[in-house]
T-cell receptor, first 113, second 111 residues
């Protein structure tokens, strides 16, 4: 069964530092996403990426955030100058055809201290 | 604004009982998915429904997409402790790529 792989599984960072969360989507998928889930809260959309560019982003995805697909296999989320409220599980997902649902990675638990 | 509302929010039942979880919206979706999420893990896709009125069965789970494509239900027959988890519906509209997640239903099945 193809998987979406996320690294690291857990990252602790100091407030104000930059973090890069990494994802390897399923190889023949075309749509890539980042979502986050603050502990005990709902899954929130951050950004979708298609054809090497951002196709849609939420109001959460401000200038602090950026995404890249640097080498055709990895898909990264960079958070600049992290804040305490950025602490959450960050999930990467990919989809072959957008109507048919995602495959999610296991997430990166980001803790900002 | 929450596009997809799920009910109930929490559900605790005895093993062997039946249950239904609802996912409702005022918006129309081109497709709707159900996921189950366990603590510390990502959501796992259970099913996708794409046709209004569609019913899909996955062992003891029955999923229905409303005729108007605005709502869906998940029915579990003879619940087992292994069914415990957070159930999420998610829909994609005809425009855009974003999946909108529901508020979630936390199910606990007591042995």
């Amino acid at each position: 069964e193809p998987e979406v792989t996320q690294t690291p599984s857990h990252q602790v960072t100091q407030m104000g530092q930059e973090v890069i969360l990494r994802c390897v989507p399923i190889s023949n998928h075309l749509y890539f996403y980042w979502y986050r889930q603050i502990l005990g809260q709902k899954v929130e959309f951050l950004v979708s990426f298609y054809n090497n560019e951002i196709s849609e982003k939420s109001e959460i995805f401000d200038d602090q955030f950026s995404v890249e697909r640097p080498d055709g296999s990895n898909f990264t989320l960079k958070i600049r100058s992290t804040k305490l409220e950025d602490s959450a599980m960050y999930f990467c997902a990919s989809s072959g055809m957008r109507q048919y649902g995602y495959t999610f990675g296991s997430g990166t638990r980001l803790t900002v201290v | 604004t929450q596009l997809l509302e799920q009910s109930p929010q929490f559900l605790s039942i005895q093993e062997g009982e039946n249950l239904t979880v609802y996912c409702n919206s005022s918006s129309v979706f081109s497709s709707l998915q159900w996921y189950r999420q366990e603590p510390g893990e990502g959501p796992v896709l259970l099913v996708t429904v794409v046709t209004g009125g569609e019913v899909k069965k996955l062992k003891r789970l029955t999923f229905q997409f409303g005729d108007a494509r605005k709502d869906s239900s998940l029915h579990i027959t003879a619940a087992q402790p292994g069914d415990t988890g957070l159930y999420l519906c998610a829909g994609v509209r005809y425009t855009g790529n974003q999946f909108y997640f529901g508020t979630g239903t936390s199910l606990t099945v007591i042995p």
